[in-house]
């Protein structure tokens, strides 16, 4: 099946600061997608971004379909964008080891 | 739109008892429902796939006799553990898809304790 990498597994930025995050898939899909997840566990969705580049707000992703990558941009960075950053992606949705982010004020 | 509610958010039960998870997609009819695991630290772990009226697809490893998945409706589907040991205790996490496109809409998750 479909193998999900993140890097890097830790960040460590201090506040205001512009962070990229990467997830590597190993097979074409049609489905990929950004999540947070909150202290209390939740999973907010980001993006869903098989495809192109999106923007909201201060967060932006692109996902290059045909290299079988995606990028999740974070300027500016605030201490509540703490947490833990994951990528999924396939029919199965099938998630990365995930990124954890700590921004320091 | 798009909000998909899980209930209960924490749960301990008794070793050897059964506990049910539900999953409700509040605004949308899910065709397709996701149950995940995720140990403290670590990623999402996908157990199984139902879509409604059919019976669920389950990951290799996972035992189907012990959690048993129902997707009866277009706004439901229930994970049961059954006989459940202190081992079978994690954050459990459904998701939700529309009949029609590909994302994924997440509950907010429940911390299974066995005792």
């Known amino acids: 099946g479909i193998q999900v990498e993140q890097s890097p597994p830790d960040l460590i930025l201090q506040e205001g600061a512009n962070s990229t995050l990467r997830c590597n898939f190993s097979d074409s899909v049609n489905n990929l997608q950004w999540f947070h997840q909150n202290p209390w566990g939740q999973l907010i969705n980001l993006f869903y971004?098989?495809?192109g580049t999106k923007q909201n707000g201060r967060l932006s992703a692109t996902t290059v379909a045909t290299e079988r990558y995606s990028l999740l941009y974070i300027s500016s960075s605030q201490t509540t964008d703490s947490g833990v950053y994951f990528c999924?992606?396939?029919?199965?949705?099938?998630f990365g080891q995930g990124t954890e982010l700590s921004v320091k004020p | 739109g798009a909000v998909v509610s899980q209930h209960p958010s924490r749960v301990i039960c008794k070793s050897g008892t059964s506990v049910k998870i539900e999953c409700r997609s509040l605004?949308?009819?899910?065709?397709?429902m996701f149950w995940y695991r995720q140990f403290p630290k670590k990623s999402l772990m996908l157990m199984a796939t139902?879509?409604?009226?059919?019976?669920?697809?389950?990951e290799q490893g996972v035992e189907k006799d012990k959690f048993l998945i129902n997707h009866a409706s277009l706004t439901l589907s229930t994970l049961t553990v059954t006989s459940a040991h202190p081992e079978d205790s994690s954050f459990y996490i459904c998701?939700?898809?529309?009949?029609?496109?590909?994302?994924?809409?997440f509950g907010q998750g429940t911390r299974l304790t066995v005792v």
């Open positions: 971004i098989p495809s």
């Open positions: 999924a992606a396939g029919g199965k949705l099938i």
């Open positions: 605004d949308f009819q899910a065709t397709t």
């Open positions: 998701s939700a898809r529309r009949r029609t496109g590909l994302e994924a809409f």
């Open positions: 139902s879509n409604e009226g059919s019976k669920a697809t389950y």
